[in-house]
Each structure stands twice: as structure tokens, then as C-alpha cells.
């Protein structure tokens, strides 16, 4: 069966066709990379990586697995770059990367964006390997058209793209798990030694890309057991679950377990559960900021845990960031918590229209076909990644507000859309439909190009309203800053401008000088705390002026800002949403708002502030 070959590649023309689209979807990857600044975590994924090679520790970022940001680092060690490891710290208790990673970019200077571009271009192989396996699976599945579109339709996603052109794990991690998956597939389609071994070594990896894959420990079985349970009744499900199939599962877990430990040089690996120090509440028990083990004095204390210590202990703080409740930016608000449909909104505006079009078309098809493209048990496996990290991503609900925590789930929904691919060659009252739904999303997306990561389709506006629906890393993750460089270069009447910048590389690493941003306090509920508000050092009113500011401050997402003297405040209030009162004269990408304070313009806002103080004012009896 062609869907079992190893390496044979596509025949032809259709060779030519998937060469093509994947080398596009590079040159889209390699722009992306060269005009982005350095994103909110970058600095400190690649100082993490550096760290890995050069001492073998994975304090740094420990609640991501090292793979990704290794890989990035490689080319960076290979043409040299200074570190500063002042601000290190191996407490759980503190993400000492959010330090580390800064100095590394205060002490490499501008160099950090060459630095930045190169560790980017070693990570575009993953987004390959992801286009790859779409075609791979969608061609075994549908057809050699349907592998075809879902190809194109992972190399033409805004979303894959944006991610994918940066070297955090999310699009990578993606691409990984979605080869594990496959893999999977194609042992229970075919069981033997040599995909057991294969399917063992790809889970190491993706375990080794997101701690979110641990999830095919649990999904994984059951898939096995519905697979074979409910195959054909002419099957002996005796011989199908027989003790070598068996075997060889526990070998895939097995190895995918020792790749996993190898990627961390078994470091801390079996020590024993109760020797464990958690800081979350659901592993310790205790309250926030203490330390403590649920598992002491119970029979699970001295069960060895057959994983890395940081790889344990990385979930462990992931988990207790949660339960912090972070601030949340939804729909113009923020909120000391998530909501359950939060994935579902975003996936519904961060998803081309045209996609949209070409989901329900597929929807359609399959309801309406006479006969099955493949057995419903192929598309449970292809599809059940889908619906469980879904689940699990929205039953999180103390923090929800990046949608590249669900984007492992993308790959598999351009697998499944891709069907419509085989209608071309069934119905032709499929052809308009279908090409119009491509030609639409792939318009859509290279319009936009290369802000990707900033992307909304029309149904909220596109990207220049989408600040009015989600925040953070959905539209702003500070990787504008080389555009507002570029405008100001070209607009020397801004300077001096007023910078607030949403992101963990200081502007003058690159030459931009700036003043403060005056923040002023606008919110009805803290005006009327008027001690507090006069009392704020901050809270200096508008001033007439050219300003910059991060999509993220304007709608008030609490965050660290660069000071022009160089030191690094949090900002915790909503300092700058007075803008939002203003309309911009310009935009650096979709994240960076200017705009041009006018007298006038105060006179106006401190007029509209007057009056909504009067109205939360009590008033005299």
C-alpha cells in the first residue's frame, strides 16, 4: 500500500507541485524572519538553549522542553555570541529566563537580531517536515489531491506562519506531534518492528518539543484498543491483540520515554516521587509561593518517576502559573480568569474565512458522498488529537489567552478539510467552491504578509481591530519594533517620540531613543479611588506629542516596559488605554500605534475625563 512506504516521494508532476509549494512556504519563512524583531520569549529560549549545550542544565525555561530552542542555539554557538549568566536562578519559584534572557540581548547589542535571524532559519526544517506530513497523510487518506491541499493549506496558514518564522516551540511542536501521530497510524494500519521503532523515536521528539504531548501516553491506548475492537468482524481480534502487538507498544512508549531522557542526558531521571519540592497547589497541597510534595507519607513517595527532573518539575511550574490567574484579555476586557469558549472564539476569528468556507465544504461532502474516501477508524486517529487537546487546553480555564496553546491541533483540521481536494475529481458542482475557498484563504494571507502573527480575518475587522477581541501574543508580541525603527527613519518630524513597547528588547539596542509614554489613569472604578490615582507617579496625564504604543498597553494587558534610561518596569494599570480615545496617524506592522497628540486632543480627553469622574462620583444628599 503506497501510504506504507518509507521514502519514495511523489511521482511527477505531482513531485514538482509539492517541491514548489514547499520551497514558497520557506521564502514566506526566511521574510518573515529577517523584518520581525525578536518576539516577548525569544531572548529567552535562546539564552536557555545556549545554556543546555554549554553547561548540560535545563533550569532555563524548564516548562518547555529544550528540542526547539536547542536547535535554534546550534547556529548561534557556531558564529559565537557573548552571555551574561548574572541573573540566573535555579528556584522554581523564579522564571529567572525573563532575566537571563534580556541581558543576553544588552550584552550582544544589535547583533542580537542577526543572532536572532539565523537561530530562526535552523527551526524552518520543522515547519517542512509539518507540510510534509499533511500531504503524506491527507494523500493515504483522501487522495493524491486531497494530500495536495492540505500541503498548501499548512504552508499558506497565517497562523503556521507566524509561528513557524519564530523559533518558540509552538508551530514546531505542532509539526513534531503531528509526525508522531502519523506514525502511530501507520503502525496500527501495519504493526511491525520497524514502525514501532520509528513511531518510539518521533514521540521522544515531540515530547521533547511540548509538554502538552504527554497527553498521547493517555490518548494513545485507547486508540489501540478502539482500533482493534472495533475493526472488521472478519478480523481475529485475538491475533490483532496478541502479545507481540502488545510488545510493541510498550516498546513506542518505551522509546519514546528514553528519547525523551536522552534529550535531557537523564538528568534527575527515576528520582523518587516524594523527593520532589512543587509549587503548584494541585502537586503540593500548600499555599502559593510554599513549597511541598501531596505525595509524602503515601505509598506513591518512593515510586521512581521515569522522567528528566526539569521536565517534571517544568509542568509542575507551568501549572502554578496557571493557578496564579494571570491577567486574561478578552473581548476588551481583562479577567483574573479564562473562559471555557476561549479557544473556540479565537479559532473562529484567527482561522481564515476561506478555510471556514473550506470546513464546511468538506462537512457537506462527507455527509453527502455515497461511498467512505477511507475507514471511519482512520479518521477517529487522524481527528482524536483534534478533540482531546482541544478539551484539555479549554477545561483550563485559569488562564486562557494565547491561541498558540492550541495550535497542536491545527494540522489535523487541514488534514481533515482537505477531503474536498478528492470532490474536484468526483463533482464538478464541487470545483467553484472549493478553488474559491483556496484562492480566498491564500489571498487572505499573503495580503497580510508577513504579519502573520497578527492576523484576524474580516469577520472582526482583519488585524487592524483584532486588539478589540484578543491581546498578547494573538496580535502583539513585540515583533514590530524593526518597522517602527524604519518609520521613524523616514518620519524624523515624530522625534523625540514617547515609546511604551510591549516586549523583552530594549529600543535602543537598535538605535531607536525614546521618552516615556505620560500614563494617566482613565478607569471609572479606579477614579474613584482619587487618593490612589493623584498619588501614582505615573499617573502624569495626557501630554501633547508623538507616541508609540504596543497594541498590548493600549488595551491595558499589564506587562514589563522599557524606561529610557534603560531600567525595566512593570506595569500592573491600565497607564496608556487613553489612546484608545484617539485614532492613530500611522501603525509600525499591526502591534505599534503612533499617534500625534494635538493640544486639542487634551483638552478633549481631560474634558471626557471630568465627566466620567462625575458620573462614578457619589453623589451629596
Known amino acids: 500500500m503506497r501510504y506504507l512506504r518509507l521514502s519514495p516521494g511523489p511521482p511527477g508532476l505531482l513531485a514538482v507541485a509539492v517541491s514548489t509549494i514547499l520551497v514558497i512556504h520557506s521564502g514566506l519563512l526566511v521574510w518573515s524572519t529577517t523584518v520581525h524583531s525578536p518576539n516577548v520569549n525569544e531572548p529567552s529560549h535562546l539564552a536557555a538553549g545556549i545554556s543546555h549545550w554549554q553547561f548540560g542544565r535545563y533550569e532555563l525555561y524548564r516548562v518547555n522542553p529544550p528540542l526547539v530552542r536547542m536547535v535554534a542555539a546550534v547556529p548561534v554557538l557556531a558564529v559565537g555570541a557573548k552571555t551574561d549568566w548574572s541573573n540566573f536562578h535555579d528556584s522554581p519559584l523564579t522564571r529567572s529566563e525573563f532575566m537571563v534572557g534580556p541581558d543576553f540581548v544588552a550584552a550582544n547589542g544589535e547583533r542580537s537580531l542577526w543572532l536572532t535571524t539565523i537561530a530562526r532559519w535552523a527551526c524552518i526544517p520543522f515547519s517542512l517536515v509539518g507540510g510534509w506530513v499533511c500531504f503524506l497523510w491527507g494523500r493515504a487518506l483522501y487522495g493524491k489531491l486531497a494530500g495536495l491541499l492540505s500541503l498548501t493549506l499548512w504552508c499558506f496558514s497565517p497562523d503556521i506562519l507566524g509561528h513557524a518564522s519564530c523559533f518558540t516551540p509552538d508551530a514546531h511542536a505542532a509539526a513534531v506531534g503531528l509526525a508522531g501521530n502519523y506514525f502511530f497510524w501507520r503502525w496500527l494500519k501495519q504493526p511491525s518492528w520497524k514502525l514501532a521503532t520509528a513511531t518510539g523515536i518521533v514521540l521522544g521528539l515531540a515530547l521533547l518539543t511540548k509538554i502538552t504531548w504527554l497527553v498521547l501516553f493517555a490518548l494513545w491506548p485507547v486508540l489501540w484498543m478502539t482500533w482493534h475492537l472495533m475493526g472488521p468482524r472478519d478480523v481475529d481480534r485475538s491475533k490483532a491483540l496478541s502479545l507481540m502487538n502488545c510488545l510493541q507498544l510498550a516498546v513506542i512508549f518505551l522509546l519514546g520515554i528514553h528519547i525523551l531522557n536522552m534529550g535531557y542526558q537523564y538528568d534527575g531521571t527515576f528520582r523518587r516521587l516524594g523527593d520532589y519540592q512543587f509549587i503548584s497547589h494541585a502537586l503540593s497541597q500548600t499555599e502559593h509561593g510554599i513549597a511541598g510534595n501531596r505525595f509524602c507519607g503515601t505509598l506513591l513517595a518512593a515510586l521512581p518517576v521515569p522522567l528528566p527532573a526539569q521536565f517534571v518539575i517544568g509542568a509542575d511550574v507551568q501549572k502554578q502559573d496557571f493557578e496564579r490567574h494571570p491577567v486574561s484579555y478578552f473581548r476588551g476586557k481583562t479577567y483574573r480568569h479564562g473562559f471555557w469558549y476561549f479557544y473556540l472564539y479565537a479559532?473562529?476569528?484567527?482561522?481564515?474565512?476561506?478555510?471556514?468556507?473550506?470546513?464546511?465544504?468538506?462537512?457537506?461532502?462527507?455527509?453527502?458522498?455515497?461511498?467512505?474516501?477511507?475507514?471511519?477508524?482512520?479518521?477517529?486517529?487522524?481527528?482524536?488529537?483534534?478533540?482531546?487537546?482541544?478539551?484539555?487546553?479549554?477545561?483550563?480555564?485559569?488562564?486562557?489567552?494565547?491561541?498558540?496553546?492550541?495550535?497542536?491541533?491545527?494540522?489535523?483540521?487541514?488534514?481533515?478539510?482537505?477531503?474536498?481536494?478528492?470532490?474536484?475529481?468526483?463533482?464538478?458542482?464541487?470545483?467553484?467552491?472549493?478553488?474559491?475557498?483556496?484562492?480566498?484563504?491564500?489571498?487572505?494571507?499573503?495580503?497580510?504578509?508577513?504579519?502573520?502573527?497578527?492576523?484576524?480575518?474580516?469577520?472582526?475587522?482583519?488585524?487592524?481591530?483584532?486588539?478589540?477581541?484578543?491581546?498578547?501574543?494573538?496580535?502583539?508580541?513585540?515583533?514590530?519594533?524593526?518597522?517602527?525603527?524604519?518609520?521613524?527613519?523616514?518620519?524624523?518630524?515624530?522625534?523625540?517620540?514617547?515609546?511604551?513597547?510591549?516586549?523583552?528588547?530594549?529600543?535602543?539596542?537598535?538605535?531607536?531613543?525614546?521618552?516615556?509614554?505620560?500614563?494617566?489613569?482613565?478607569?471609572?472604578?479606579?477614579?474613584?479611588?482619587?487618593?490612589?490615582?493623584?498619588?501614582?507617579?505615573?499617573?502624569?496625564?495626557?501630554?501633547?506629542?508623538?507616541?508609540?504604543?504596543?497594541?498590548?498597553?493600549?488595551?491595558?494587558?499589564?506587562?514589563?516596559?522599557?524606561?529610557?534610561?534603560?531600567?525595566?518596569?512593570?506595569?500592573?494599570?491600565?497607564?496608556?488605554?487613553?489612546?484608545?480615545?484617539?485614532?492613530?496617524?500611522?501603525?509600525?506592522?499591526?502591534?505599534?500605534?503612533?499617534?500625534?497628540?494635538?493640544?486639542?486632543?487634551?483638552?478633549?480627553?481631560?474634558?471626557?475625563?471630568?465627566?466620567?469622574?462625575?458620573?462614578?462620583?457619589?453623589?451629596?444628599?
Open 347 to 621: 479559532l473562529a476569528i484567527k482561522i481564515p474565512l476561506g478555510l471556514w468556507m473550506l470546513a464546511i465544504t468538506a462537512a457537506l461532502f462527507e455527509l453527502t458522498r455515497r461511498e467512505r474516501l477511507c475507514q471511519w477508524r482512520d479518521e477517529l486517529i487522524l481527528l482524536a488529537p483534534f478533540f482531546t487537546i482541544l478539551a484539555f487546553a479549554s477545561s483550563e480555564t485559569d488562564y486562557t489567552t494565547h491561541f498558540r496553546y492550541v495550535l497542536p491541533i491545527l494540522p489535523y483540521a487541514l488534514i481533515w478539510i482537505g477531503q474536498v481536494g478528492a470532490a474536484l475529481s468526483r463533482q464538478a458542482l464541487w470545483t467553484p467552491v472549493v478553488f474559491t475557498g483556496l484562492a480566498w484563504s491564500i489571498c487572505n494571507t499573503l495580503w497580510y504578509s508577513p504579519h502573520w502573527l497578527s492576523y484576524f480575518n474580516e469577520s472582526v475587522g482583519g488585524p487592524l481591530h483584532g486588539h478589540e477581541h484578543l491581546a498578547n501574543s494573538n496580535v502583539d508580541w513585540g515583533q514590530d519594533l524593526l518597522y517602527l525603527r524604519d518609520w521613524l527613519k523616514v518620519h524624523p518630524e515624530a522625534q523625540p517620540i514617547g515609546l511604551a513597547y510591549y516586549g523583552m528588547f530594549h529600543p535602543r539596542s537598535i538605535g531607536i531613543e525614546f521618552e516615556d509614554v505620560p500614563g494617566w489613569i482613565t478607569e471609572p472604578e479606579e477614579l474613584a479611588d482619587s487618593e490612589a490615582a493623584r498619588d501614582d507617579p505615573l499617573n502624569v496625564g495626557p501630554r501633547a506629542g508623538w507616541y508609540a504604543v504596543s497594541a498590548n498597553f493600549l488595551v491595558g494587558h499589564p506587562f514589563w516596559n522599557y524606561r529610557p534610561d534603560g531600567a525595566r518596569g512593570w506595569f500592573d494599570r491600565a497607564y496608556f488605554t487613553w489612546f484608545q480615545h484617539l485614532q492613530p496617524v500611522a501603525r509600525a506592522g499591526y502591534s505599534i500605534h503612533i499617534f500625534h497628540v494635538t493640544e486639542a486632543d487634551v483638552r478633549n480627553l481631560r474634558q471626557r475625563s471630568s465627566q466620567a469622574a462625575d458620573s462614578v462620583r457619589p453623589s451629596i444628599p
